[in-house]
């Protein structure tokens, strides 16, 4: 199989191999999701897997095909962090050494996390491709065997496994929603999706700063863009495989986009709805149905949550953003006379109209402000978008010039209060 497309019957066989060694992971719906989406959607949690999300089952099926002869020179792969754990836990498993490149601003979580299965790893460049390169460099130099972490028949294999569960728990299953980074996982899910039901529809999500395979797509050809930027580091990938830009192609049926301000709405809402932790790469099937680039009207979905290693620091911006873009957090500016009692009433009226402060900055030193003036930048706790309106069109009824504070301020803007 090493050079050819796989076939179902490979992704049985690897189905098979992973037996005791990969959870089979649960679908599990949500009835508050449900209601929000209009529709219904059953979640693949492959953030639950072992190791934290789904790159266990093409690592493990990659390496238990190797000889006894390269199990002994071992392995090295190059990962952001997902499939670095795959292959550091695969190669534990299997009795043999790995050594993983990731880029140089890989998340902290993964790398320690990848060093606890006993692997080596080594940081360089800025992007996969980059950490790609220099893997494939000490392969050749060490005798090490190279994992792909997607353009491989096998790892596409066991990538497929994933779409076998599905189709076993979930056969009357309408539309499949998938991450999509170098294309992997939506290739083994979609080549066993096809194959077994025809009728069935295959989307790919990427993200919008990493969207190498819709435009390639559009382009008809390989195309790697010139740079990557998300906050979904796991699909952070510059160019496509070929072997899984010809599965793609032949049976993905359309692949969108999302930005990040729709993936941190998604991340919230996991946690706030089901209580599930997710990262930025494993949320973006769900916020492909949230920004409505997936229609529900087509029967039961199936969103694929790829997996759940986000780093904590990360999560905590996250979730600031991700309030902050549900309508329940509310940054707002203005500017006050600098006389005692001023702050008092504005923070009394925000009481008044049920809104929580988290902070307040008291700005004195700002050049734009004339010496009687301070500015008040304010976070509140809000219910929802309405409620902010509602906040800010009685501020502004009282006298108050409000300023969204990621607005640039300008004492322009403002104007003097006599209140």
């Known amino acids: 199989m090493s050079e050819h497309w796989p076939t ?61 002869d390269e199990l002994r020179r071992g392995v090295i792969a ?61 392969a050749r130099e060490s005798g090490r065997v190279l994992i792909h972490a997607f353009d491989d028949p096998w790892v596409i294999a066991g990538q497929g496994t994933i779409g076998l569960e599905i189709l076993e728990d979930a056969p009357s299953a309408d539309v499949l929603v998938v991450p999509v980074g170098g294309g992997g996982l ?12 025809p009728r069935i529809r295959v989307i790919g999500v990427q ?18 863009t010139p740079q990557v ?11 496509p495989g070929v072997l899984t830009y010809a599965l793609i192609q032949q049976f993905v049926d359309d692949v969108v986009t999302v930005d990040d301000h729709d993936i941190s709405r998604a991340i919230v809402l996991f946690l706030e709805r089901s209580k599930l ?42 979730i600031e953003k991700g309030l902050v873009e549900e309508g329940r957090q509310l940054h707002l500016c203005t500017v006050l006379p600098d006389q005692p009692g001023q702050l008092s009433r504005l923070l009394d009226r925000i009481a008044a109209l049920k809104a929580n402060v988290i902070r307040v900055n008291h700005e004195r030193w700002d050049p734009a402000l004339t010496p009687q003036d301070v500015r008040v930048d304010i976070v509140l706790e ?17 006298g108050y010039q409000i300023i969204p504070s990621r607005t640039k301020f300008s004492l322009r803007d403002t104007k003097n209060f006599d209140n």
């Open 8 to 68: 179902v019957e490979n992704v049985r066989d690897a189905q098979a191999y992973l037996a005791g060694v990969v959870y089979r992971t649960p679908l599990q719906e949500s009835s508050d999701i449900n209601d929000l989406l209009g529709g219904r959607v059953l979640f693949k949690l492959e953030n639950l897997q072992r190791s934290g999300s789904f790159k266990l089952r093409g690592a493990y099926n990659r390496i238990r095909a190797l000889t006894a």
């Open 78 to 138: 190059a990962s952001a962090g997902n499939h670095a754990q795959g292959v550091a836990l695969a190669a534990a498993l299997m009795g043999t050494t790995a050594v993983i490149v990731t880029p140089e601003g890989a998340s902290i979580t993964k790398i320690e996390a990848t060093r606890r299965y006993g692997a080596d790893v080594r940081q360089v460049g800025e992007s996969f491709d980059e950490a790609f390169q220099e893997a494939t460099r000490l």
């Open 186 to 197: 939506i290739s083994g899910i979609a080549l066993v999706a096809k194959t077994l039901n």
């Open 207 to 224: 993200a919008a700063g990493a969207a190498a395979v819709v435009q390639s797509r559009q382009l008809g050809h390989i195309e790697a």
């Open 229 to 239: 930027r998300t906050l979904a580091d796991g699909i952070a990938v510059k160019r």
């Open 277 to 318: 932790l997710v990262e930025g790469a494993g949320a973006v099937s769900l916020a492909a149905l949230l920004a409505k680039k997936v229609s529900m009207d087509q029967g039961t979905v199936i969103s694929v949550v790829s997996g759940g290693n986000i780093d904590v620091t990360l999560l905590t911006r996250i």
């Open 382 to 398: 809000t219910r929802d978008r309405p409620h902010q309106e509602t906040i800010v069109a009685a501020l502004e009824s009282d």
